[in-house]
Nanobody, 123 residues
Framework: VQLQASGGGLVQAGGSLRLSCAASGRTLSRYTMGWFRQAPRKEREFVAY????????NYADSVKGRFTISRDNAKNTVYLQMNSLNPEDTAVYYCAADPVGVGSRLEGEYDYWGQGTEVTVSS
């Protein structure tokens, strides 16, 4: 599975962005898909995931209520809608695929990773 993340950019605080993660090589319909991020000088952290079966979602507390993860299995694409962005959301965002599919916040559960897309939120 090859994952290609896109949609990052520079946005002012309070603004919105939608990230996309397109997959090739294999259908994502049976994978749990996750988004992670890594801010400058920090460890990579979990942001959100969505399971393949019933589309169950889970969010980090820091983004709950502001970010929404969704998937379009027909397009083999996962999205992360980010609203009310603040400077603390500045990071490189990575999408990842977990073939087991039960849903996890742990990086080690994800076998496939995209290259990352950079999000910068100015104050």
């Amino acid at each position: 599975v090859q994952l290609q993340a896109s949609g990052g950019g520079l946005v002012q605080a309070g603004g919105s962005l939608r990230l996309s993660c397109a997959a090739s090589g294999r259908t994502l319909s049976r994978y749990t898909m996750g988004w992670f991020r890594q801010a400058p000088r920090k460890e990579r952290e979990f942001v959100a995931y969505i399971t393949w079966s019933v589309g169950r979602t889970n969010y980090a507390d820091s983004v709950k209520g502001r970010f929404t993860i969704s998937r379009d299995n027909a397009k083999n694409t996962v999205y992360l809608q980010m609203n009310s962005l603040n400077p603390e959301d500045t990071a490189v965002y990575y999408c990842a695929a977990d073939p087991v599919g039960v849903g996890s916040r742990l990086e080690g559960e994800y076998d496939y990773w995209g290259q990352g897309t950079e999000v910068t939120v100015s104050s």
